[in-house]
T-cell receptor
């Protein structure tokens, strides 16, 4: 079954520095999607970035980029120039084996704290 | 444009009671999914509905049920509440059902506390 592993329960980063949040996945599908979401203390899950398994280039959205290494089954999130407002939980998610996109499998999350 | 909305924001119930949570998707979105997020964990998939039909179900007991209305809004019902049902319930909407590229957009959630 699809499984998402986020090995960093918590991370600290200095404001204006870059940070990488790790994510590995375990899928038997050829076609799948990978997502990153941000969850502030308010609880709402905010979509950050998407990577399709057939996309040849790494996805980028503003200060967010996804370091996609298909052979290693990793999809790390890179946040450049961290801001205080980036402090939140970050979840990696993927479409399940053989399932629809509506059924996302989430990792346990990484709590990012940005220090001034 | 309005995002996904959920009501109520917070809810306190006692064991054995029943609860109904509501969700309105983004305009134009036809798929609604429900997730349960227990404190300290990532969200877990409960149901997906598309065009008023159930398209997927997670590993949850039959006490959990849902439906989707003609206007694509949705309700999640939980019967015979247990203490372990205390969680943040998230609703997400997307344009369609089966495409990997359709991003799910989440609502603010309903925080359910069972005493």
């Amino acid at each position: 079954a699809q499984k998402i592993t986020q090995t960093q329960p918590g991370m600290f980063v200095q404001e204006k520095e870059a940070v990488t949040l790790d994510c590995t996945y375990d899928t038997s599908d050829q076609s799948y999607g990978l997502f990153w979401y941000k969850q502030p203390s308010s609880g709402e899950m905010i979509f950050l970035i998407y990577q399709g398994s057939y996309d040849e280039q790494n996805a980028t959205e503003g200060r967010y980029s996804l370091n996609f290494q298909k052979a290693r089954k990793s999809a790390n999130l890179v946040i450049s120039a961290s801001q205080l407002g980036d402090s939140a939980m970050y979840f990696c998610a993927a479409t399940p084996n053989g399932g629809s996109q509506g059924n996302l499998i989430f990792g346990k999350g990484t709590k990012l704290s940005v220090k001034p | 444009d309005a995002g996904v909305t959920q009501s109520p924001t917070h809810l306190i119930k006692t064991r054995g009671q029943q609860v109904t949570l509501r969700c309105s998707p983004i305009s134009g979105h036809k798929s609604v999914s429900w997730y349960q997020q227990v404190l300290g964990q990532g969200p877990q998939f409960i149901f997906q509905y598309y065009e008023k039909e159930e398209r997927g179900r997670g590993n949850f007991p039959d006490r959990f049920s849902a439906r989707q209305f003609p206007n694509y809004s949705s309700e999640l019902n939980v019967n015979a509440l247990l203490l372990g049902d205390s969680a943040l319930y998230l609703c997400a909407s997307s344009l369609a059902w089966s495409r990997n590229t359709d991003t799910q957009y989440f609502g603010p959630g309903t925080r359910l506390t069972v005493l």
